[in-house]
């Protein structure tokens, strides 16, 4: 079995390399090899055997010659009529990725108190894409569609999530605190719930629609400002790199602002 170097970081330390030999014993599935390994499937794309482009249920017989590709990138996401971009869902241990995420206006629920079954029911009956660096619960066949984010800094887990996916994104539109959708709102309308100082330094707010929680363009607004234009030029530069022939498919696994609260 030879393991794509991508997909290597999931093999224990003893047996990260990309050539492994694996035991055959005529009755496990390719996909199981493969998760013995410690890859879950949602990270898979191709598996071939002896150049044959098989499946996780394919059952290798002794001396096939398997090549387990990671997931194209980017990774396409199948999208409801009227989506533009994938919905996501993260775990408990993604608050500060989740934000960021809905500073560029993607669809981003998270919740802090979730258990993992909760996780995978509400990933898949709102077709949320789950994202998560718990690799066993990437393991679970319920579950519709996942991925498992790289990096400990956010900057770096948000680089990955954007040069997986490339969505399509609307900076400046979604509450960073509940993910509702902001809109315009009159600043005499705010004007009783702003400091002195904030009154008489900004003039343009937005509200959220669900949790009605007030925004502007404060002190931070550079550094956010930052953020949304590396992630403009990340998803740019992920839509260049994808193969013009062909647009892929999922994998066999597939299956913060300044505002007046603060």
Request: charged residues 25%; aromatic residues 4%.
């Amino acid at each position: 079995m030879r393991v794509a170097p991508e997909l290597l970081l999931f093999l224990p330390a003893a047996r990260r390399r990309e050539e492994q030999t694996v035991a055959c014993d005529g009755t496990s599935t390719l996909g199981h090899l493969v998760e013995a390994l410690g890859v879950p499937l949602p990270e898979v794309g191709a598996l071939t055997a002896d150049g044959v482009r098989g499946g996780p249920s394919h059952q290798p017989s002794p001396g096939e010659r398997v090549e387990v590709a990671s997931v194209p990138r980017p990774q396409p996401v199948p999208l409801e009529p009227g989506q533009d971009a994938p919905r996501f869902l993260l775990d408990v241990h993604l608050g500060t990725l989740a934000r960021r995420m809905r500073l560029l206006g993607l669809d981003t629920a998270y919740h802090n108190d979730m258990d993992d079954p909760a996780l995978v029911v509400q990933a898949n009956e709102e077709r949320r894409v789950l994202l998560t660096q718990d690799r066993g619960l990437l393991r679970r066949r319920a579950l519709w569609f996942g991925a498992y984010v790289r990096g400990a800094r956010p900057d770096d887990q948000l680089r990955d999530l954007l040069d997986r996916f490339a969505p399509a994104l609307s900076p400046w539109t979604r509450c960073t605190a509940c993910n509702g959708r902001l809109v315009p709102v009159g600043k005499e309308e705010v004007a009783p719930e702003l400091a002195d100082g904030t009154r008489r330094s900004y003039d343009v707010y937005g509200r959220c629609t669900e949790c009605g929680q007030v925004y502007w363009r404060g002190a931070h607004g550079g550094h956010l400002e930052k953020i949304v234009r590396e992630a403009a030029r990340t998803v740019a530069a992920a839509r260049a790199a994808r193969p013009a022939s062909s647009p892929g498919a999922p994998g066999p696994g597939a299956g913060g602002v300044d505002s007046a609260a603060s």
